[in-house]
């Protein structure tokens, strides 16, 4: 997929430059924790993630945003 291609699905984009679709939030069986689930599009082959919800919506030491939300 192209970088062209990504950005017209994606949701997000990390610090790093990668593109990214939030797919939802599902919650752990155990702890009950909350998960981002999302897909990576782009610069690597397309793979299906999960993050917990407090580290996928943290802000760097540097006060970027770790995921920084796309225009709807």
Request: avoid cysteine; hydrophobic fraction near 35%; charged fraction near 30%.
């Amino acid at each position: 997929m192209t970088e062209q291609e990504a950005e017209r699905i994606a949701t997000h984009r990390h610090y790093k430059g990668g593109l990214y679709r939030v797919i939802g939030v599902a919650r752990h069986s155990e702890t009950e924790e909350s998960l981002v689930v999302y897909e990576q599009l782009w610069p690597k082959e397309r793979s299906l993630w999960v993050r917990p919800e407090a580290m996928f919506n943290e802000t760097l030491a540097d006060g970027a945003p770790r995921f920084r939300k796309l225009s709807d």
